[in-house]
């Protein structure tokens, strides 16, 4: 059964600086994994889909990492700005088995960016 | 290109009543999720359908929720009796096949 781990839980920062999110799994044989941002009280936003034999995305300030052979991904947010407080979650979908595509959560890290 | 559309965005309701969400996905997408999140916690899938059959209803409590996928397009989600324990957000998500999932805003159910 896939774990999803997420590290820290809360993460507060001045405005500016450069961010590391983590988010550890136990099963590797996954399809892709995803990055969300939630906004209180809002749906799932996704930021970033990696698929199972790439080893990196980029958009914009975010770019996000995967290594399956160590079960980790990293969230890494360039210059922090205000706006980028939300929750960040990371899911993955296991490949193969009769739930194909179902996403496994982490809990999420709420990020603070204040000015 | 529309997104995914839930209603009602919030309901409360009394424990023992009952209570229904609405999806309707992005146009073209074969796969609905539904997920249930808990305040505090990441998503937690309820049930998958694959066009209008149902790939995945492990984590469903048959005994009080209940889902269909009518036509392979909009779905409802319904909870007959509510318990407490079941006050969280209710997000629909959709995908094409194995591709990436988009959410909804949710339905955000309080159960007194």
């Known amino acids: 059964k896939q774990e999803v781990t997420q590290i820290p839980a809360a993460l507060s920062v001045p405005e500016g600086e450069n961010l590391v999110l983590n988010c550890s799994f136990t099963d590797s044989a996954i399809y892709n994994l995803q990055w969300f941002r939630q906004d209180p009280g809002k749906g799932l936003t996704s930021l970033l889909l990696i698929q199972s034999s790439q080893r990196e995305q980029t958009s914009g300030r975010l770019n996000a990492s995967l290594d399956k052979s160590s079960g980790r991904s990293t969230l890494y947010i360039a210059a922090s700005q205000p706006g980028d407080s939300a929750t960040y979650l990371c899911a993955l979908a296991n490949a193969g088995g009769t739930s194909y595509g179902k996403l496994t959560f982490g809990q999420g890290t709420i990020l603070t960016v204040h000015p | 290109e529309a997104g995914v559309a839930q209603s009602p965005r919030y309901k409360i309701i009394e424990k023992r009543q009952s209570v229904a969400f609405w999806c309707n996905p992005i146009s073209g997408h074969a796969t609905l999720y539904w997920y249930q999140q808990i305040l505090g916690q990441g998503p937690k899938l309820l049930i998958q359908?694959?066009?209008?059959?149902?790939?995945?209803d492990s984590q469903l409590p048959k005994d009080r929720f209940s889902a269909e996928r009518l036509k392979g397009v909009d779905s409802t989600l319904k909870i007959q009796p509510a318990k407490l324990e079941d006050s969280a957000v209710y997000l629909c998500?959709?995908?094409?096949?194995?591709?990436?999932?988009?959410f909804g805003p949710g339905t955000r159910l309080t159960v007194l």
């Open positions: 359908f694959q066009n209008n059959g149902v790939v995945d």
């Open positions: 998500a959709s995908s094409p096949l194995g591709g990436e999932q988009f």
